[in-house]
């Protein structure tokens, strides 16, 4: 089955500081979402992204597919940004979403 | 703005007793997941409902594991009997249409169980 891989698994960061998280996958996929898992375990939407780059807030990410990667970027990280972020695809079978294992991101004041 | 419903958020039981988690997707959404998340790891879908069809329960231990989704709308998975093994988080996802393309799906804030 394809493999989702994201980096680094962990990442301590600054207040104020940018960041880079990374999502590479082994196959072809229909589409992408990142994902923030606040501490209380909530999941939440930041991007549905099959290509190309959207932006929201201090938040943004890209989406190459047919170099099967995709990237969030968080500028001028902030202590509420803490927890863990995921990359999900769509494999090509139907709407079944399969997660990466996830990048634990701990922003210090 | 609409959200998923889920119930209980904590559950806590002993090993052999039997367990139920409810979940009211978002209004309207014809496809609802359940997903299973094991401290440390990605969620991994368990069951996906196309309104009251299954059309995805590879992955659902269904020695133990039950769920249905009677009418369409909201969606009840047990577990007879809960092993050990079985504490994790158990969250409900839905989105509006199921296209094969993908499309967003929104998530409840899970139940979190935990087996003695």
């Known amino acids: 089955g394809i493999q989702v891989e994201q980096s680094p698994p962990d990442l301590i960061l600054q207040e104020g500081a940018n960041s880079t998280l990374r999502c590479n996958f082994s196959?072809?996929?229909?589409?992408l979402q990142w994902f923030h898992q606040n501490p209380w375990g909530q999941l939440i939407n930041l991007f549905y992204?099959?290509?190309g780059t959207k932006q929201n807030g201090r938040l943004s990410a890209t989406t190459v597919a047919t170099e099967r990667y995709s990237l969030l970027y968080i500028s001028s990280s902030q202590t509420t940004d803490s927890g863990v972020y995921f990359c999900?695809?769509?494999?090509?079978?139907?709407?079944?979403?399969?997660f990466g294992q996830g990048t634990e991101l701990s922003v210090k004041p | 703005e609409a959200e998923v419903a889920q119930s209980p958020r904590y559950k806590i039981t002993e090993k052999s007793q039997a367990v139920a988690f409810w979940c009211d997707p978002i209004?309207?959404?014809?496809?609802l997941y359940w997903y299973r998340q094991i401290l440390g790891q990605g969620p991994e879908l368990l069951v996906q409902?196309?309104?009251?069809?299954?059309?995805?329960d590879s992955q659902l231990p269904k020695d133990r594991f039950s769920a249905e989704r009677l009418k369409g709308v909201d969606s009840t998975l047990k577990i007879q009997p809960a092993e050990l093994g079985d504490s994790a988080m158990y969250l409900c996802?839905?989105?509006?249409?199921?296209?094969?393309?993908?499309?967003?799906?929104?998530f409840g804030p899970g139940t979190r169980l935990l087996v003695l």
């Open positions: 996802a839905s989105s509006p249409l199921g296209l094969q393309g993908g499309e967003t799906q929104y």
């Open positions: 196959d072809s996929v229909n589409n």
């Open positions: 992204i099959p290509s």
């Open positions: 999900a695809v769509y494999y090509n079978q139907g709407g079944k979403l399969i």
């Open positions: 209004s309207g959404h014809a496809t």
């Open positions: 409902f196309q309104d009251e069809s299954v059309v995805d």
